[in-house]
């Protein structure tokens, strides 16, 4: 299988042109073009394709490749290795994810930055390896333990999963802080052309805190851990207030036939945001208005965007997840005075196809004129 | 808006992937939005596998379809599976080689394709799946002979010695379909199998007549 | 003062920084050890240390060279992360029995087994210190601690794990040994095999890990002096001091 679509580095250079990737690979080669000089990894289904790719491309860019013995090793091998100031990352699935999630909040603690990619499989335990999106709360909220948070980003499409990929390392980077990048399995597995010409790594930024000995200057240490309530309180305070700008500067939405008045409003994220789309063309062409609001950004979450948006709205607003209802928390929030949201979502790797959205778009729609 | 999806489905190990991978590395060259999604999943160890291709000369929105243009089914389990989702007036091919029966459907274009035994006479067993997607080619609306032909060539670069039998493959997949496609022609059947007109894939064919190769 | 020579001062890769350990721990004495090899190889300014959780967690206090500290037991997958992106740097973890040989066993032996080049001090004093004194995986048959109120017990939770002979079984090349920290001698020796750890690494050879047994009078609930000797006494019969394996010897080879 796949003895087309190998794709090499050279040829990538050579000129641009859209190349037929799956996401998994899109991911990897998307990091080494954000400058990602480590990557560690466990398999675990269904994205260790980023693992298969990376083994292959890695060395290719005098990149560190290595498969770890666990989820737990790998999430702390990324710590010491972000600690030397370099660009790092990992892909995994769900169980995985729980795995890296003590680390995750150790990395949060000591403000380094890390990219993590979590291509969501369905859960809860061991569950099912195929698309999903119940780690919403995990990833939004935090998957360790303490006061912290990171940026999520979730794509659509293999182009954005890409692109999304770089943005986390520039946020990363930017911010000192772990960033997630949380795809579907189907994000993962789909094959969709890529364009990664002007896909490059920003200016670098400063980090006078990397562990690279101290010759020249005095010791520098990268730590989590303060006794003293009063020292740890203003550093909760500071991680506070460095998410509280990333909710004023980073949010990112999409708005699709979002206009001054709907019939229905729809939120919805990642490929779960495209099958709405197919139902919203066929609804337009009934006559129907339904709007959609796509966080990229599912923390810092579009608040204004969703709440703008349902305004005007008929028969209100629909969350649409590959769960049983987790991001449907995010949108009452952001609907605050104007109601509550209604929710449908397939999980345990079932998928709705755009006949069964439609009629559920169209049933609220009805109900709503009633 | 020209848009087309097609459900490639079969054994694992029969090549309904790559056949995927080659209808949609095709369609990019011909400067068409797509889509390849997979099933994925233990049903991949042995099982069932499957992958939906979408072509568009517009963005593709959702990945996953309800009722495809046409239907690939490798084996007996995939076409009950898939033949009731066809879009009225699509497409089915059948590897007759592995399934025993014929299409219930009968407002579709249908072309049996034996595949193994068509693939035993060119000499290598193997290019079986080379003669589906040829057939696939002839049915397609929206992705010609010529740039499939120009991916096939492309997957085989390493191994030139298979290249050769694959293209002839190929070609004899993609005048079966021809056959299929006049003789429907003249019973009345071929409608809606383009959205511009035309007998078929070949009409449409943006790098001229697929009757060049032959 | 004139005409003095110096005979004895504060290792340039030790701050100057009062202990918080116990009276009698020998923490401040393996700290040392490690500093004066970090001196006399010349590398303190490319070194980064890796603490532990557990009593050694604020080594960072005390070490005058980069520091990371680790999550409970993950120090090697940390020195794996750095070393591997930083190769020219030299990379050690200090790590007591509960963080090393209970919790983070998978992560000490994938390191070992991987061959990682940087160096471990593996402090060994048979009790969890931070905690208050419970048992350990190297807790010895019969000894009591505050988990095991009527001495360890192997028929419930097994024998103590003697980790550098578990490491020295692995086939992949490494430098393996045990030292103890009771008395001048035995202080000496432990400071060559540091030494041997830390030069493997600046070769560029192999993993190392130098197995430290040490003191807890506040836990054990000795004297210092008796503590000592309790090292002598109990550990050292079960934990026999030496080189288990050097990187040249053929230990863990299987026939094939």
Excluded at chain 1, 111 to 133: K, S, Y
Excluded at chain 1, 141 to 155: K, T
Excluded at chain 1, 195 to 211: N, Q, S
Aim: overall charge neutral.
């Amino acid at each position: 299988m796949g003895c087309i679509m190998i794709f090499s580095g050279s040829e990538a250079a050579a000129k641009p042109r859209k190349l037929l990737m799956k996401g998994a690979e899109a991911i990897g080669e998307a990091a080494i073009r954000a400058g990602a000089k480590a990557y560690f990894c466990y398999p675990i289904t269904p994205q260790t394709e980023v693992a298969e790719y990376l083994a292959r491309r890695m060395p290719e860019v005098g990149g560190v490749f290595l498969q770890g013995e666990s989820e737990l090793a790998v999430a702390n091998m990324l710590f010491g290795a972000a600690a030397t100031g370099a660009r790092v990352f990992t892909s995994t699935s769900s169980p995985g994810f729980s795995l890296m999630a003590e680390a995750m909040s150790y990395i949060a603690g000591a403000e380094l930055p890390v990219v993590f990619i979590n291509v969501m499989r369905c859960g809860p335990g061991l569950g099912g390896v195929l698309a999903a999106q119940s780690d919403y709360w995990q990833a939004t909220r935090n998957s360790g333990h303490g006061d912290y948070r990171c940026p999520v980003l979730a794509p659509s499409s293999v182009q954005e999963a890409a692109e999304l990929t770089l943005a986390a390392f520039e946020l990363a980077d930017r911010y000192r802080n772990p960033v997630i990048v949380l795809a579907d399995g189907m994000i993962g597995q789909m094959m969709e052309p890529v364009m990664l010409e002007g896909l490059a790594a920003g200016e670098p930024v400063e980090k006078p805190w990397a562990t690279q000995g101290c010759g020249g200057r005095e010791p520098v240490v990268v730590k989590s851990l303060y006794l003293d309530p009063q020292v740890l309180e203003r550093m909760n305070r500071r991680l506070a207030e460095k998410y509280a700008k990333m909710q004023t500067d980073e949010v990112q939405v999409e708005l699709y036939n979002v206009r001054e008045r709907h019939d229905l409003v729809v939120v919805a994220y990642g490929t779960m945001a495209r099958i709405c789309k197919t139902a919203i063309d066929r609804l337009g062409k009934e006559g129907l208005q339904v709007g959609l609001v796509r966080p990229i950004t599912l923390f810092p979450f579009p608040v204004d965007a969703v709440h703008s948006a349902a305004r005007h709205s008929a028969a209100g607003v629909v969350t649409v997840e590959l769960s049983q209802g987790q991001m449907i928390d995010d949108v009452n929030l952001a609907l605050g005075e104007l109601g509550r949201s209604a929710f449908f979502g397939r999980s345990g790797g079932m998928v709705p196809t755009p006949d069964e959205v439609t009629r559920v778009f169209r049933d609220l729609v009805k109900r709503g004129a009633a | 808006m020209s848009r087309e999806e097609v459900v490639i489905a079969g054994f694992g190990g029969q090549g309904v992937l790559l056949i995927g991978k080659l209808l949609a590395q095709a369609a990019l060259d011909a400067g068409r939005e797509v889509s390849w999604l997979p099933s994925y999943g233990p049903e991949m160890r042995g099982g069932t596998a499957n992958c939906t291709v979408v072509v568009s000369d517009d963005p593709i929105a959702s990945p996953i379809v309800d009722h495809p243009r046409g239907v690939v089914a490798m084996n007996r389990p995939s076409l009950d599976k898939f033949e009731g989702s066809v879009e009225a007036g699509g497409f089915l091919v059948i590897n007759g080689s592995m399934v025993d029966r014929g299409a219930e459907r009968t407002d579709l274009l249908v072309v049996n394709v034996r595949s193994l035994e068509m693939a035993q006479e060119l000499g290598n067993v193997k290019a079986a799946n080379m003669i589906v997607l040829g057939a696939l080619a002839g049915l397609s609306a929206l992705v010609g002979l010529q740039q499939i032909r120009r991916a096939v060539e492309h997957a085989f670069e390493q191994k030139p010695r298979a290249l050769e039998v694959n293209l002839r493959a190929l070609e004899a997949g993609h005048a079966l379909a021809q056959v299929e496609i006049v003789r429907a022609g003249a019973k009345g059947r071929g409608k809606g199998l383009d959205g511009s007109g035309g007998a078929g894939g070949a009409g449409n064919d943006s790098d001229g007549s697929a009757c060049g190769l032959h | 003062m004139t005409g003095g020579e110096v005979v004895f001062s504060r290792p340039e890769s030790l701050r100057r920084t009062p202990t918080h350990y116990c009276p009698g721990c020998t923490h401040g004495t393996a700290h040392r050890l490690v500093a004066e090899v970090l001196d006399e190889l010349g590398i303190r300014e490319r070194t980064v240390g890796v603490a532990p959780v557990g009593c050694a967690v604020f080594a960072y206090n005390y070490f005058n060279c980069d520091f990371l500290e680790a999550a409970h037991g993950r120090a090697p997958a940390f020195a794996t992360g750095v070393k591997r992106v930083r190769p020219e740097l030299i990379v050690f973890t200090y790590q007591g029995d509960g963080d090393l040989a209970s919790i983070g066993l998978a992560e000490i032996l994938h390191a070992a087994n991987r061959g990682e080049k940087f160096t471990v001090v593996f402090v060994n004093n048979a009790i969890y210190g931070m905690t208050g004194g419970q048992m350990a995986p190297t807790t010895l048959p019969g000894q009591v601690t505050t988990t095991c109120p009527g001495g360890r017990d192997v028929e419930q939770v097994g024998y103590p794990l003697r980790v550098a002979e578990l490491l020295a079984t692995l086939r992949t090349p490494g430098y393996i040994a045990r030292g103890s920290l009771h008395g001048p001698e035995s202080i000496i020796a432990s400071k060559r095999l540091v030494r041997r750890a830390f030069e493997h690494q600046v070769a560029g050879t192999c993993f190392g890990l130098v197995e430290l047994l040490s003191t807890c009078p506040t836990n054990w609930g000795l004297t210092p002096m008796a503590a000592c000797q309790w090292v002598v006494d109990r550990m050292i019969p079960y934990y026999p001091l030496g080189e288990l394996k050097r990187p040249e010897s053929a230990t863990g080879q299987v026939a094939s």
